[in-house]
C-alpha cells in the first residue's frame, strides 16, 4: 500500500528557530516522486519541490532544505532560521506510477506557526 | 490572471441544493483533477481527468460528479449537497508526462447548512 506519514500534526517555534518537518512514505514502486507543498492561511497551495526517487541529493533553497533518505524512506523539510512568514500547513505528497497513470497520496499536513 | 481560477471563492448553500463549483486553466494541461481538504485530512481526490473524453473517480467520488467541458474547464457538481460536503474544495491541473507537480487553484471553501 502507498501511504505518507506526517507524524507532527502541529509544531510551534520561535522565529529564528530551525525547524524539521518530517515526511514517511511507504510505496513499493521503484520510481517514484516526492514533493513538498506550502499552504499559508490564505489557503491557496504552493509547490515546493519534487524530487524522483533516484535522486537521493538533498537540496537547499535559501532558508528551505530537504534531506531525502530512501534507507529511512523519508523525505524531511528544514526550514532555517524561521519567519513568520513562514507560519503554514505544509503538506508532504507521493506519487506513483507510469506515464500516463500518476496517482499523488497527500499527508495530512503539519501546521507550523513561527511565533515573534 | 491566476493560471487556475476557482468560481466561486466561497459558498453558503442548504442540505439538498444542488451546486456547481467550476474550475479554468490557462496552464494548457491536459490533466485536472477535483480534490476536497478536510482538517486532520490532508487532500483527498474525488475526480480527476486525464483528457476532455477521460474521466475517472478518486478515492471518495460518492455523491459528487463533475463535467470536462474543454481542456482548460473541469466543473464539480454536488447533486444534492449534504452537511458532511462542507470542506475546502481544489480544483488543480498537471502536464502530461513526468509529475512535475500540481497548479492549484485558490479553493472554494464551501459550507452546506
Known amino acids: 500500500a502507498q501511504k505518507v506519514t506526517q507524524a507532527q500534526t502541529e509544531i510551534s517555534v520561535v522565529e529564528k528557530e530551525d525547524v524539521t518537518l518530517d515526511c514517511v512514505y511507504e510505496?513499493?514502486?521503484?520510481?517514484?516522486?516526492l514533493f513538498w507543498y506550502k499552504q499559508p492561511p490564505s489557503g491557496e497551495l504552493v509547490f515546493l519541490i519534487r524530487r524522483n526517487s533516484f535522486d537521493e541529493q538533498n537540496e537547499i533553497s535559501g532558508r528551505y532544505s530537504w534531506n531525502f533518505q530512501k534507507s529511512t524512506s523519508s523525505f524531511n523539510f528544514t526550514i532555517t532560521a524561521s519567519q513568520v512568514v513562514d507560519s503554514a500547513v505544509y503538506f508532504c505528497?507521493?506519487?506513483?506510477?507510469?506515464?500516463?497513470?500518476?496517482?499523488?497520496?497527500f499527508g495530512t499536513g503539519t501546521r507550523l506557526k513561527v511565533l515573534a | 490572471d491566476a493560471d487556475v481560477t476557482q468560481t466561486p471563492r466561497n459558498r453558503i448553500t442548504k442540505t439538498g441544493k444542488r451546486i456547481m463549483l467550476e474550475c479554468s486553466q490557462t496552464?494548457?494541461?491536459?490533466?485536472m483533477y477535483w480534490y476536497r481538504q478536510d482538517p486532520g485530512l490532508g487532500l483527498r481526490l474525488i475526480y480527476y481527468s486525464f483528457d476532455v473524453k477521460d474521466i475517472n473517480k478518486g478515492e471518495i467520488s460518492d455523491g459528487y460528479s463533475v463535467s470536462r467541458q474543454a481542456q482548460a474547464k473541469f466543473s464539480l457538481s454536488l447533486e444534492s449537497a449534504i452537511p458532511n460536503q462542507t470542506a475546502l474544495y481544489f480544483c488543480a491541473t498537471s502536464d502530461f508526462g513526468q509529475p512535475y507537480g500540481y497548479t492549484f487553484g485558490s479553493g472554494t471553501r464551501l459550507t452546506v447548512v
Open positions: 505528497a507521493l506519487s506513483i506510477g507510469t506515464s500516463g497513470t500518476y496517482k499523488y497520496i
Open positions: 510505496t513499493r514502486d521503484t520510481t517514484y516522486y
Open positions: 496552464k494548457g494541461h491536459d490533466r
